[in-house]
Structures are given as C-alpha cells and as structure tokens.
C-alpha cells in the first residue's frame, strides 16, 4: 500500500501545481496579472476533504474576464474573473519564458482564446484526457497543446488499479459467491 500512498501523494496539490507557476493572491490580482497570462486555480474535489485534486486553467483576457474551457459545456467561454475565482483566496500564473515579456504573443495568446469562445466547434469537444482546460490554456500560450496534469494521472493509474486490486484480494478473498 505504500505504492498506492505515493500515487495519492502525486495528485496533490504541491504535486500537481504546474513547475512554472507563481501563486499569487486573488485579492491583489489587478497588481500581477496581465492580459494574456494562463492562470490556474486549485480545486479540491469533496469539498477539500482530501489533498487530492487539479487544477483549473483559463487564459486571462483583460477587462477582468478569463477564456477557460469547462466540464459539461460545448466549447470554451469566456466569464468574469471573480467567477473563474470562485471565492479561492490564491491563483497561479503560469510563467513561460520570453513569451510573458512580448506584447505581441500576449495578443496572440487573447485572439486564440477568443477565437475558441467565438468559435467553440473549432476545437474538439472537451475530454478530461485529450482536451481539457489545461490544454487550451497551454494550446492559447504556446501553440502546444499539453497537460502535465494528465501525464501525472496517467502515471499513477496502474499503481491505483493495482492498489484497488490487492484491497479486494484481501477484503473478498475468502468470500464464497454461490
């Protein structure tokens, strides 16, 4: 079971936050954030009862409305700050480099954004494994679509499957089904 530990390890916060990300905190955000800037926010499933969870990203527009690309929707959309924030007292901003002092691929970064909100059926249908918020904050930046956090899901999977399946050995084994 330490295995399976681990892997749980791994889906936490600290783990899951992107390696190029400053925590920031909501309340001063108007001093930090520029338009253009791929934000995260923690989302703890279970009302933050676990240290597990993931991240959700979204694209800062300007104007204090953010490109994000939720579960259960047709296609990204864009909403205002303090709803991408939803009460959370910190967010991250995902640092890339040479881009993030450019102007101009931080237009680039807000006219791709937009023209997924504008034009949701131009990106494929949201899947938590192929298309998910993370990789259309990524894709808007930097033309790469990637998710770090789905690489770390993936990587743990077959630790929690065995995990799960060593519990049942012990907890059913020596139940007779007839």
């Not at 703890?44 to 969870?53: A, E, K, Q, S, T």
């Not at 993030?100 to 249908?125: G, H, N, W």
Request: glycine fraction near 6%.
């Amino acid at each position: 079971m330490e295995k399976v530990d681990a892997a749980l390890a791994s889906l936490s916060k600290a783990s899951m936050m992107p390696k190029n990300a400053e925590i920031k905190d909501s309340i001063d955000w108007y001093e930090d954030l520029k338009f253009g800037d791929h934000i995260a926010v923690w989302s703890p499933p279970l009302g933050g009862r676990l240290d597990v969870g993931y991240f959700h990203h979204g694209v800062y527009l300007g104007q204090k409305a953010v490109a994000h690309y939720p579960r259960d929707t047709n296609g990204p959309r864009a909403i205002r700050l303090s709803e991408f924030f939803n009460g959370h007292k910190e967010y991250y901003i995902v640092r890339y480099d040479e881009e993030d002092r450019d102007d101009i691929s931080r237009r680039l970064t807000v006219t791709a954004a937009q023209y997924f909100v504008e034009f949701p059926r131009s990106i494929e249908k949201y899947n938590l494994l192929t298309v998910n918020c993370e990789y259309f904050a990524t894709f808007c930046k930097t033309g790469t679509a990637t998710s770090a956090q789905i690489d770390i899901l993936m990587s743990v999977l077959p630790v929690l499957a065995d995990g799960i399946g060593q519990l049942a050995a012990v907890s059913f084994g020596s139940c007779v089904i007839s």
